[in-house]
């Protein structure tokens, strides 16, 4: 397939993506919303600290590539994407306020993501190279993101451990709206990069983003767990281990760093497309029911009804 290639006949989902301007109140929620399990409570926080950061530079990578993409169906699939990232981006950025109400500052923590996303792999190149080359570097990385959001969506659709637990129904809300849209948004990123490719070659290309992303992504997750759990007041003398990792993955309570690691190789096989990861299905069905989601659909029916009166 050439870079001009039409994505039509791998863009599964004929529905349009599109943002929910979803709220949440906080007000509510106990510092450990998984009762009596900080660790895990902690671990599933660092999407807090990361995605904040992370989903607003997509945005930033993806106002680049917009103008070069020459397919209509997936240049409003990028539009789509780059909607709904953006709400992800400030509903978490929200959780962060509250955490700092609850007396744990994660500033210390988000400052260095800022410079990783935006001074490390910000515009200028790490290495000399071409700015379309630099770009299609980025376009890589963020579709090696998107295989793991879209495998994180599914695990946390698909658990029941944390209802049984009587995890905080807000918080849980927000994470599988967040999940369900990123397993229907799921192949836009890998087909926006397979779209774009790159003048060495579009799969070498491809594991060069995962090869930098795995590391990357577990790497910033046992570092954000470790500093929550060192600034929550709460918890002075717990310091987080790699035994809470293991154990609140075996419990179910956390996604578990074998699914994410299994999954890497599935994305090496040159016949991979995430289509096949998850089910757009399931996602359609928990946003039909999701408190936040349906009030934001209220909203909007209520400002489309205001605006044609
Ligand atoms: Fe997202
Ligand atoms: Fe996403």
Redesign the pocket.
Known sequence: MTAETSVSAISVSDTPIRPRRVAFDWENTPVHWIPGDAPSTHLINVLHLL?PAG?KW?VHVYKQALPLITDDKLREDVRGFMG??SV??YSHAAVLDHLRDQGIDTRGYTKRLDWFFFDFLGDKPLIPMPALEWLKLRLSIIAAVEHF?ALLGKWVLDNEELDILGADPMMMDLLRW?GA??VEHRSVAFDLYQHLGGTWGRYPRRVEGMVFTAPALLGLWQIGASYLMRHDPSIPDRRYTFRDMRRAARQDRVPSYLMLIGAIPRYFKPSYHPEGEASTQKAIDYLATSPAALEAERRAAARRDKLSA
Request: charged share 35%; net charge negative.
């Open positions: 995605l989903e997509f709904q990232e992800h981006s959001t967040h849209e990123e």
